[in-house]
């Protein structure tokens, strides 16, 4: 899922719009993620976490296996990404549902 980088929404954190599909159905398109860069996302494939790679943020799941990163989306293929390419920005702490209809739960989220 690649990500914009939008304004700041407070001092410790920032937010994102979704472009792209990889995340389906959990985050769609459009949404708004909240992201808080100094809470280090767990790679136990279940915190959401910004990844930047190679220029491009990306919005998963992710795990280590040894020098690799693998990233976990919900609707496209396991990515394998080697360590050194690949920068930590942040986890998913929160966003704003942008296409209300589409999604299961109610306008708001938060990750935990």
Partial sequence: ??????????????????????????ILEGDILEVDPLQEPKSNGKDLAVL????????????????QILMLHDNAPIVVVRREHVEIVGKVVGGTFINKENHSAGNTMAFG
């Fill in 52 to 67: 930047k790679v190679h220029d491009k943020y990306h919005v998963c799941r992710f795990t280590r296996f040894g020098r």
């Fill in 1 to 26: 899922m690649i990500m914009m980088r939008d304004e700041c929404s407070t001092q410790e954190t920032y937010t994102l719009e979704v472009e792209g599909n990889a995340m389906e159905p959990t």
